[in-house]
């Protein structure tokens, strides 16, 4: 929305320029696009009168023009333009002049005959409104010869041009940014002028009734004046419209523009001789039905469109344009102010359907105050004593079924400072919120506050720390560091968790699978679970989709194999895929529900081995801060590969998972004639011993020592029990172990292996030095000798 910065100070006193208060009023919330300088650009353009119009000779649509500047010679300026005479004074554009949208301007030849420039229209003066002009601009005969033209329209004032977001329709108005201005630069506001005289007898309610047959019309308002003389506007309000974009048409139209600009409401002026039946209805339009608005363009509606009719001809579209039958003329010696409000959705969606958005619409869109109307009506019609243009009826037509009411909400201006970490007294909180004319009271620590109906956008606490806020200054509030927890609430806990496993898995390069919960019994044999295996025992379904979902799964191994199996059938060679799905162990108690585990289950083939799986799973562990874990030796379970499967133990859990090579048979019986690696891990196990906390440790101050030990071990020891002997032996001197060689060969004696680790030693508070490096490194010896039976090679 523009908002000229003159009219802008005819309701609040401003004592700074026009950008400083832009960046202002930025800061409390008020985002300021621009602020536009109309004449900044215009250069050399003049007042001149017209003394001779000869035709062009070799230009038929041409005409040659003597043009008095002010100067001692005239000037020639050959124009095509028709709609002046001489004797008229325009503006000229001069030799090397600037138009508004940059256009340089230089002398020359037209078809042979010397123009020193040219003549403007206001559209090259940028100051033309919305709707369409044609022809060159005229100006009064009184105008001074010679002028500048940015001087004689005074086109150096400043424009502000605001986003308004969606939930701010108060401010679409002069008096709605002067409240906001008002608050922001800590000074009053004053409303205009409301008062004025009904002289004449007659009564609106005799001559004419409101029918309203919709509820998208929320209120109605009719007003009447009599004996109404149609002239140009004065020049003050002339100027005001234009410089908000709005071409000036005659006074009364102009009385209902400026109002819209001025308070926010749209208004519209009827002829009265246009309704015939005395009786105006607010109804929807039939379907197919026709209708000429405004900018004559005849419309087809539908019966969504809401429309003004007299009796059942149609005079406006409701909330978007009036029709081009009852429109003022200039022999309109009676007028019926209408001033309404309308449902916000409809406006906008037949706003758009019809191609047609008006400032109007615009502004109805967004859902005004109902109650804005009164105040609209009331200020037009003092316009209209104001400009002496008619006189106004007695009484009002007002139907307004459902009024709107003031909100009241109470907070705690304790609250607000802990919400906004500021520490700004309750009684300054009241001065900021009283400036926005939410009317405040305090109750102790108590904050009653009264919104007014034309904010719609107050509805909680925080809309109220809002405003405190935003008229205290951003800019003043300390910055302080976000107190972040990823767990938040308890309840919330295993859901953030499962994210962050979802993620982990994702990083991994695995895709996400989804799979039923419901199995058919014959799939404990396709896995290859033993006879008496307690995974068997499984919850029925009473009521089956049939025999192959008849009960609940108590492993998720054949819901992985099934998609592992589905892929490899359509040749893919290559597939990593997880599943986060749950599990149902039957209680004892037949009465209560089965117990549910949350499961997470890997399955890859192609290009891979025990390994790949084995760090997609320790992905998962440490990205949920798990630091305790390890993994040993499964040979029971018969549905993976003996030798080639491991369990894995975190924390106290004894057994939160297998992972591995699934069994031959059990590839085959899903189709697959490759290495299938399968992971189940218990998902609730890991939620347990997860620690998200994340704890800054500063980059170590002194340098690490690095060793590297070789030994000879029995092929029966594991790696496993190796590298924690070692952590066990070195304490907090070691750092990490690396593992880079393991060989069996010809060197290596039978039954035995070779296996090389790289030792990094570090101390937090000294720099290590030989001896003490020995001592612990002997000591890791030692223990793998006499624990593990190592020899050093």
């Not at 107190?483 to 609430?489: G, L």
């Not at 089965?594 to 499961?599: A, L, M, Q, S």
Request: net charge negative; aromatic share 6%.
């Amino acid at each position: 929305m523009k908002v000229p910065f003159n009219w802008l100070k005819d309701y609040v006193e401003v004592n700074i320029d026009a950008k400083e208060l832009g960046d202002k009023l930025t800061l409390s919330g008020s985002a300021v696009e621009e602020v536009i300088i109309q004449g900044d650009i215009i250069k050399n353009i003049v007042t001149g009168k017209i003394v001779e119009i000869t035709k062009h000779p070799d230009a038929e649509k041409l005409n040659v023009c003597q043009v008095n500047i002010g100067a001692e010679e005239l000037i020639q300026i050959v124009t095509a333009a028709t709609n002046m005479k001489e004797q008229d004074i325009v503006p000229v554009a001069l030799h090397k002049s600037i138009l508004a949208d940059g256009t340089e301007i230089k002398k020359g030849k037209l078809r042979g005959v010397v123009s020193n420039g040219m003549f403007c229209s206001e559209e090259e003066l940028g100051i033309a409104g919305e709707e369409e002009i044609h022809g060159l601009m005229i100006l009064d005969t009184n105008a001074p010869l010679g002028v500048c033209m940015k001087e004689y329209l005074n086109l150096n004032k400043a424009i502000l041009d605001f986003e308004i977001t969606s939930n701010r329709p108060d401010c679409l108005s002069i008096v709605g940014m002067a409240r906001e201005t008002a608050a922001t630069i800590r000074t009053t506001y004053k409303m205009p002028n409301f008062k004025y005289e009904a002289k004449n007898c007659a009564n609106i309610n005799d001559e004419l009734k409101v029918e309203v047959r919709d509820d998208l019309c929320r209120r109605y308002m009719a007003r009447g004046v009599k004996n109404v003389k149609i002239e140009p506007s004065p020049s003050w309000m002339q100027e005001r419209l234009l410089e908000a974009g709005v071409r000036p048409i005659n006074n009364m139209v102009d009385i209902t523009n400026f109002v819209m600009l001025e308070l926010g409401e749209p208004m519209h002026a009827f002829d009265t001789r246009e309704i015939q039946t005395g009786t105006i209805v607010v109804e929807r339009a039939k379907d197919s039905e026709k209708f000429t608005t405004l900018d004559e363009i005849e419309r087809t509606l539908d019966s969504n469109v809401l429309c003004i009719k007299d009796s059942e001809t149609i005079i406006g579209l409701a909330g978007i344009m009036g029709g081009l039958n009852s429109q003022i003329k200039e022999d309109t010696t009676s007028v019926v102010f209408e001033c309404a409000n309308f449902e916000g959705t409809n406006i906008r969606v037949n706003s758009k359907k019809l191609n047609l958005r008006s400032e109007s619409s615009s502004r109805f869109e967004k859902d005004i105050d109902p109650n804005l109307a009164a105040l609209a009506i009331d200020r037009a019609c003092a316009l209209v004593c104001e400009l002496n243009c008619g006189e106004i009826m007695e009484g009002t037509i007002d139907v307004y079924n459902h009024k709107k009411e003031e909100s009241k909400l109470t907070v705690s201006s304790t609250w607000i400072n802990t919400f906004l970490g500021t520490k700004i007294s309750k009684e300054e909180m009241k001065k900021y919120l009283d400036s926005l004319d939410l009317k405040t009271e305090i109750n102790g620590d108590l904050l009653e506050v009264i919104a007014p109906t034309f904010r719609i956008d107050i509805s909680i606490k925080e809309d109220i720390a809002e405003e405190v806020a935003r008229i205290y200054g951003y800019d003043n509030i300390p910055a302080t560091i976000f107190k972040v927890s990823t767990e938040r609430e308890p309840k919330y806990r295993n859901e953030l968790l499962s994210e962050n496993v979802i993620a982990s898995m994702i990083a991994s390069g695995v895709s996400q699978s989804i799979s039923y919960s419901f199995i058919s019994p014959k799939v404990f044999d396709k896995v290859k679970l033993s006879v008496d295996s307690e995974l068997r025992n499984a919850v029925k379904i009473k009521n089956p989709l049939g025999e192959d979902y008849s009960i609940m799964r108590t492993t998720t191994l054949h819901s992985i194999m099934e998609c592992l199996g589905r892929n490899y059938s359509r040749s893919n060679d290559i597939v990593r895929l997880f599943e986060v799905g749950k599990v149902y162990i039957p209680n004892e108690d037949q009465n209560k529900l089965p117990t549910e585990k949350n499961i997470l289950t890997i399955g890859i083939y192609g290009d891979c081995d025990y390994l790949d799986l084995k760090g997609i799973v320790e992905n998962v562990i440490a990205g949920l801060g798990i630091t305790k874990s390890s993994y040993l030796r499964e040979s029971e379970n018969t549905s993976y590969h003996p030798g080639k499967t491991a369990r894995v133990t975190v924390g106290k859990a004894q057994n939160s998972g297998v992972l591995g090579e699934i069994h031959p048979d059990v590839s085959d019986n899903y189709g697959v004639d490759v290495p299938c690696f399968i992971a189940e891990i218990d998902l609730d196990v890991l939620f347990d011993n997860a620690k998200l906390e994340k704890k800054y440790k500063a980059l170590p101050k002194f340098p690490a020592v690095t060793r590297d030990i070789a030994m000879l071990v029995e092929d029966a020891v594991l790696v496993q029990d190796i590298e924690d002997t070692i952590k066990r032996a070195g304490g907090n001197l070691v750092e990490k172990i690396k593992l880079f060689d393991i060989y069996k060969g010809a060197q290596i004696p039978e039954g035995k292996k070779s296996i090389a680790y790289a030792i990094a030693y570090r101390d937090e508070k000294k720099t290590l030095v030989e001896k003490d490096v020995t001592k612990v490194h002997d000591k890791i010896l030692r223990s793998l000798e006499h624990k593990l039976g190592a020899e050093l090679r």
